[in-house]
């Protein structure tokens, strides 16, 4: 999550595509984690949509 926050933070300062792709690439992998997670049952899977709607929003 701490790198998806500071890849925003670093993207929307510098506007930059390849600090965008790095958020992306970033989100992905918090996605997977977040999946990985609900599946093992140690967070709910509403509680991990609300995860990745919040983090969506904050990358778009």
């Not at 510098?14 to 992998?29: E, F």
């Amino acid at each position: 999550m701490e790198k998806v926050y500071d890849g925003v933070d670093r993207w929307k300062k510098s506007g930059s595509v390849a600090d965008r792709a790095k958020v992306r690439n970033d989100m992905m992998a918090l996605r997977t984690s977040l999946k990985i997670l609900a599946m093992d049952g140690d967070i709910s899977t509403e509680q991990c949509d609300e995860m990745l709607d919040y983090f969506l929003r904050i990358t778009l």
